[in-house]
């Protein structure tokens, strides 16, 4: 057998629950704790069902509408879709990619005018004898007797028809023995126009815009790809549709391309065409098109077709639900080997069992449909599944069970699709559905205050990271700008030394400017013999060096004057020479004279010791 390319693991996990189904279903009680308390254990098999079925919205999925869905929805992602009306962005890595982008506009245009064409010479002979034939061209299940014949064409010629209500019981008992194929159709007509008398049973959900079918074919629609794509794989076995641009598919086309442009929310998903076409097949197109509409809007079919895709989410969640309390040991089964209802149920879903199944088992599955409304869904895959259980659980591995479900269950025999018909009749469950969708919301809401939980314990980690992060800068701003005030003290301690040093050369230039003066009368007094070997010029005082030599000089110079002299620099800085005579000797003065050889004499020079507060002999 050839080994499916189905992922392994997918978003329908599910555990073991304790009920066996025994033939007939028996009611399951419902526990009060399920419609009013929220469920806390997190291990329990409804938890995780749910986390296994809710899909984030915040995922991205590839859409259902794309020409990448295969014809079979096989791998079907039950992820949001995009909204529908959204042009995808095109990328073209090459001249030839626009080229050929370019190509397919063109040959859809071609198409789109040859289909205009063939639609008006179609609509003349669209509901002749043989085209019903070729409609019609399936093995019915459950063969209509002539008194069951007889039974629904008296309510169909009841006058005022639209406007009589006949009784439930009278309806059921005619559609278990069954329907006549050339009067499908208009049954299924009769039982909508009862649903409408009740409202009730099914809803009235009306349209927003009700525009007429001939306005809606006139316009365009941004799906017309994907529905051109989807022509050729809808029925493709079926003379009906098999043919490029035949009456089925320009049919076909025109009533989803208006139902595209009517529901602008849902626009077109992949599975509508099977379910437009199992019409089509029964009635005229116009007739299909109101009857889609009246399954998309007052059965509520519309709702799995949304691009959240979350009532297909939930519906998948309420299957999960039926299979462990009504089959627990194949619900096992399938656990063992992941097996998930998103494998095969989704399209079983979707198109209604029209993609897989028979048209004769379709067919009493939309009379069922017709007569008690979506939930026949459900008990029809759940009977499916339960008589076929020991099939299933004799296939032992992941790639068998696959493709029984997708390909040996849809060719029973006719002997027990009319057994799986007739017991749906027989099957109530009605209630569990409604339990089923609320404990999905239940658990949704207790998802989503888990999630608001953990957002606040990582929101106050994250703040107490801040925090601790926050005095982490705080300290290295407080280390930062005690550097700071220690780099100005240091500063302003350096820019004081700066200034005393500047003082200091200061005066330093006016002490040397003071001995150049006096170094300049000096040598007036001094005879030249002295004055060489006295060596009285100064050098730049640069460095304190320089200074001591001056001071050297200055010193060498008083002892060439005398021994009991000193220089001093007055008051006044202006270079005069102060001599302070400590000896009066006359003895001194004779000898330097006499040493000398010279009777010069010393002009204002006094022989008398100064006393303490008399000022300095001063020579001008």
């Not at 304790?18 to 419609?35: D, G, R, T």
């Not at 006139?218 to 490029?244: C, E, M, N, V």
Request: net charge neutral; charged share 25%.
């Amino acid at each position: 057998m050839e080994k499916l390319k189905s992922p392994r693991r997918s978003i329908f996990d599910s555990t073991v629950g304790p009920q066996v189904y025994k033939e007939p279903f028996e009611a399951m009680p419902l526990s009060p704790s399920v419609l009013t308390t929220p469920l806390r254990r997190k291990s329990s098999y409804r938890t995780v069902i749910f986390s296994q079925v809710n899909t984030p919205a915040r995922k991205v999925s590839r859409a259902l509408s794309s020409d990448t869905c295969i014809p079979e929805l096989d791998g079907l992602s039950l992820s949001p879709r995009p909204s529908c009306g959204t042009i995808p962005e095109a990328h073209f890595n090459s001249k030839e990619d626009v080229k050929a982008m370019w190509v397919k506009a063109i040959e859809e245009t071609i198409i789109l005018i040859r289909m205009e064409k063939e639609n008006k010479k179609s609509h003349v002979n669209q509901d002749t004898k043989e085209v019903r034939q070729i409609k019609l061209d399936y093995e019915e299940i459950t063969a209509c007797l002539k008194n069951v014949t007889k039974a629904w064409d008296e309510m169909l010629n009841v006058p005022l028809r639209r406007q009589v209500s006949f009784h439930h019981s009278e309806l059921i008992n005619c559609v278990r023995k069954g329907i006549p194929r050339a009067k499908r159709g208009e049954i299924w007509k009769l039982l909508t126009e009862q649903h409408i008398l009740h409202p009730e049973n099914v809803g009235s959900h009306q349209v927003s815009e009700d525009i007429p079918y001939e306005d809606l074919l006139k316009q365009l629609t941004t799906h017309q790809h994907a529905i051109l794509i989807d022509l050729g794989r809808t029925f493709p076995q079926h003379a009906y549709f098999s043919g490029p641009l035949g009456a089925g598919q320009l049919a076909l086309f025109n009533v989803l391309k208006a139902y595209s442009l009517l529901d602008k929310e849902v626009g077109y998903c992949q599975g509508l065409s099977f379910v437009a076409g199992i019409l089509l097949l029964h009635m005229p197109e116009e007739e299909a098109y109101n009857t889609l509409k009246f399954l998309m809007y007052n059965f509520g079919l519309r709702r799995q077709y949304k691009p959240d895709m979350i009532t297909l989410q939930i519906r998948m969640y309420q299957l999960s639900r039926l299979l462990h309390d009504h089959c627990s040991d194949l619900y096992e089964h399938f656990e063992e080997n992941e097996i998930h209802p998103t494998l095969y149920a989704a399209s079983w879903f979707l198109t209604l069992f029209s993609s897989q199944f028979p048209l004769g088992f379709v067919a009493r599955v939309f009379d069922l449909l017709f007569l008690y409304g979506f939930e026949v869904i459900f008990k029809v895959a759940l009977v499916l599944l339960d008589n076929h259980k020991e099939l299933i659980m004799a296939c032992d591995s992941f790639e068998y069970i696959v493709d029984f479900l997708k390909t040996t269950l849809p060719e029973m025999g006719i002997i027990q699709m009319e057994k799986v018909i007739n017991q749906v009749f027989s099957l109530d469950i009605t209630k569990k559905l409604e339990a089923y969708e609320v404990e999905y919301h239940v658990l949704q809401e207790e998802v989503l205050m888990a999630t608001d939980n953990d957002a606040v314990e990582k929101l106050e980690k994250m703040n107490s990271s801040l925090i601790s992060h926050k005095m982490e800068l705080l300290e290295q701003l407080q280390a930062a700008r005690n550097t700071i005030h220690s780099l100005e003290t240091s500063r302003n301690h350096t820019q004081d030394q700066n200034n005393q040093l500047k003082n200091q050369a200061r005066n330093l230039e006016l002490e040397r400017s003071a001995l150049l003066g006096a170094i300049s009368k000096l040598r007036k007094l001094i005879p030249a013999d002295v004055l060489a070997f006295a060596d009285l010029n100064l050098p730049l005082l640069d460095d304190i060096s320089s200074r001591r030599t001056v001071s050297t000089k200055i010193s060498k110079a008083k002892g060439m004057i005398g021994e009991h002299s000193a220089f001093s620099l007055d008051s006044e800085g202006d270079g005069e020479i102060e001599i302070l005579t400590r000896t009066q000797s006359e003895s001194t003065l004779n000898a330097l004279r006499s040493r000398h050889k010279s009777t010069t004499s010393i002009k204002g020079f006094s022989t008398r010791r100064p006393s303490r507060n008399q000022s300095p002999v001063t020579f001008n």
